[in-house]
């Protein structure tokens, strides 16, 4: 990075010259400069706090924020003999695992509808498109009111189509509000989904089933065997981005249980935030941080090679 | 387009109907609210159409809580951002799709690993860091924040439809004595149009939507946007409802419009990323 400043001061000098001469040597620093606001940006606002991160993760620090020296392992230590982290972890794996799996199953089924002609199409893809434009918070608010116990109206459709034969408290035991959460989750990453794989489908060609259709292939060989291979890379793309997005989602489980009770609904996004600002515990906030940020990183290598691997 | 079976053509529509109405949901529970009374939110068993439409709850929300300050800041935050993405990506995405340069694959892996977090991983950081700026409570963190993290986004999608521009019209600029500054200002920004817009709208979105960092950095009422402003509205004993849904739809109304205009683009721009290279 160093090396790239001085460079571009360099090519500053040099651009006040008549640049002709010198034009060859100057084209070299030209690309960087062209870089520069971009990487600023990138450098400031998320490179150095991710250095801070892990330099808090293994300082002392005091109920003032200030940095009291290095104490080596410690906040590590203290975060993973918490008896809540496995719980915490192993929501996130849930969590991550249930909306981005199911929401891709459901995402086929409903790419493959809307290949479809049929009156009104327009309008559901319109509609599709809706949760995604809206704000996180706002859609994760509305449902939990729709969820409420006493004044929610999901209680109140359900015990009229006979479904329930009385209100659940759909918020409150972690072994339903956990799943409702999920299903949040679903609700809200289904429009992306479908909408990648909805553009992989409308790239395959038609004669390629017609074909098929001639060699005397059913729907369920011409999915396995057309569509899915051809899917391969928006599927890819959509898993890739959705693990990424939904690991680190914060507002669905913020907005509807906060994690309660007791940090039985917690992923380590929310379980980190609570450390940082509710209890003000920097240090070991900054360890859970840092502890996320290697599993995103382990996750990208292990889609990269695979990725690699694939290609050849 | 596959063919389809006669089950299918009957079976297909209904499900496609049945989605509709599942997506829409929420979103016309959150209109029916905003229209009930302060007591018919709270009424046990609950009610789904208003038993009496106070349309009012539009014009009170403007009084009860400094409304137009949220919907201000959220513009401010979220065109702030998107002047400075685009203005640090431009640049950026010119240099990838037209510029050949040692260390290209490194900032494209930088730009990879951008992606990878959200501001939440990094908050702790960063709230060092806007403490030290001295941005704490102020718009200017938060426009500072999301224009860094859809950095990488724009940069891609841009330097996509950047390498689609034949080159030799650049070049023929530049024969009649463009600089490359000139060239890409008349030549590639105005073909890259589509481009640029679906970069622009998104980012606008993604950062009028934003919540945790505005959650974090932003403690003042008045400098809060609207997706934290609507918290106002959940008080120690009770929410209010009705206002919560209808500031909410201040909010929504404006993006969804703007996401609907760009629903052509919008795919071929978020898969451009993982396409190329």
New interface residues.
């Given amino acids: 990075m160093n090396l790239?400043k001085i460079e571009t001061k360099k090519s500053l000098a040099i651009t006040k010259q008549k640049r002709v001469p010198k034009q060859r040597k100057s084209q070299?620093v030209?690309?960087?400069?062209?870089?520069?606001?971009?990487?600023?940006?990138?450098v400031?606002?998320?490179?150095?706090?991710?250095?801070?991160?892990f330099s808090?993760s293994f300082s002392k620090i005091s109920l003032s924020?200030l940095k009291k020296g290095f104490i080596g392992w410690g906040n590590f230590s203290n975060v993973l003999n918490d008896p809540t982290f496995p719980l915490v972890l192993k929501n996130t794996l849930v969590w991550t695992v249930g909306v981005v799996g199911i929401s891709t199953l459901l995402s086929l089924g409903?790419a493959?509808?809307?290949?479809?002609?049929?009156?009104?199409?327009r309008?559901?893809?319109?509609?599709?498109?809706?949760?995604?434009?809206?704000?996180?918070?706002?859609?994760s608010?509305?449902?939990k009111?729709?969820l409420d116990y006493?004044?929610?109206?999901f209680n109140?459709i359900l015990m009229k189509l006979h479904i329930i034969d009385e209100n659940i408290y759909w918020l409150a035991d972690p072994s339903i509000s956990f799943p409702v959460m999920i299903g949040v989750g679903i609700?809200v990453t289904i429009p992306?989904t479908s909408?990648?794989i909805?553009?992989g489908l409308q790239a395959i060609p038609?004669d390629l089933?017609?074909s098929a259709?001639v060699d005397g292939a059913n729907r369920w060989s011409?999915f396995v065997h057309i569509t899915l291979p051809l899917l391969r890379?928006?599927l890819?793309?959509s898993t890739?981005?959705n693990t990424?997005?939904v690991f680190?989602?914060?507002?669905i489980i913020?907005s509807m249980t906060k994690g309660d009770p007791v940090n039985q609904t917690d992923t380590i996004?929310t379980y980190?935030?609570k450390l940082?600002?509710m209890s003000q515990k920097?240090g070991e906030?900054?360890a859970v941080?840092v502890i996320?940020?290697l599993l995103?990183?382990v996750f990208?290598i292990l889609y990269v090679t695979i990725a690699l691997r694939r290609e050849q | 387009?596959?063919?389809?079976g006669k089950f299918?053509?009957i079976i297909?529509?209904v499900?496609?109907?049945l989605?509709?109405v599942v997506?829409?949901f929420?979103?016309v529970?959150?209109i029916l609210?905003s229209l009930k009374s302060k007591e018919e939110?709270?009424?046990?068993?609950?009610t789904?159409l208003p038993q009496q439409w106070v349309f009012t709850n539009f014009l009170d929300i403007w009084e009860k809580v400094p409304l137009s300050d949220y919907l201000l800041n959220t513009l401010i935050v979220a065109g702030g951002a998107t002047v400075?993405t685009l203005?640090?990506?431009i640049?950026?995405a010119?240099?990838m799709a037209r510029?050949?340069?040692a260390?290209?694959k490194f900032?494209m892996y930088?730009?990879?690993?951008?992606?990878?977090?959200?501001p939440?991983?990094?908050?702790?950081?960063?709230?060092?860091?806007i403490q030290w700026f001295g941005l704490m409570d102020s718009v200017w963190g938060l426009v500072?924040?999301n224009?860094?993290?859809n950095?990488a986004f724009a940069?891609w999608i841009l330097s996509g439809y950047f390498s689609t521009i034949p080159y030799e019209l650049e070049q023929a600029a530049w024969l009649d004595g463009c600089t490359?500054a000139q060239a890409l200002r008349k030549i590639i920004l105005p073909l890259a149009l589509p481009g640029i817009i679906t970069t622009v709208i998104f980012v606008f979105?993604a950062a009028?939507?934003?919540?945790?960092v505005a959650l974090?950095f932003i403690s003042t009422e008045e400098m809060k946007p609207l997706?934290v402003g609507?918290y106002a509205f959940f008080g120690m004993y009770d929410?209010q409802?009705q206002y919560?849904?209808a500031t909410?739809l201040v909010?929504?109304v404006p993006?969804?419009i703007?996401?609907?205009l760009i629903?052509k683009y919008?795919?071929?721009g978020?898969?451009a990323g993982?396409?190329k290279d």
């Fill in positions: 790239e070299l030209v690309p960087y400069l062209w870089l520069l606001p971009s990487l600023i940006l990138i400031v606002v998320i490179i150095f706090p991710i250095y801070e991160l808090i924020g409903i493959s509808l809307l290949n479809q002609e049929f009156p009104g199409r309008l559901v893809r319109s509609a599709l498109i809706i949760p995604w434009a809206v704000s996180l918070i706002i859609t608010v509305i449902w009111y729709i006493n004044y929610g109206v109140l609700f992306f909408f990648v909805l553009s038609a089933y017609e259709s011409k890379q928006p890819t793309i890739v981005l990424i997005y680190n989602s914060f507002p913020w996004i980190l935030y940082a600002f920097m906030a900054a941080s996320s940020f995103l990183l990208s | 387009m596959q063919k389809t299918q053509k297909n529509p499900l496609a109907y989605l509709f997506l829409i929420p979103y529970i959150m609210t939110v709270y009424s046990i068993p609950p789904i400075l203005i640090c990506a640049p950026a010119y240099a510029m050949k340069f260390g290209k900032y930088l730009i990879m690993i951008t992606q990878m977090f959200s939440i991983v990094l908050l702790v950081g960063l709230f060092r860091e500072l924040t224009a860094a993290f950095q940069v490359k979105i009028w939507n934003e919540f945790a974090t997706t609507i929410v409802w919560v849904f909410s909010a929504i993006v969804v703007l996401f609907l629903e919008l795919i071929s978020l898969t993982g396409v």
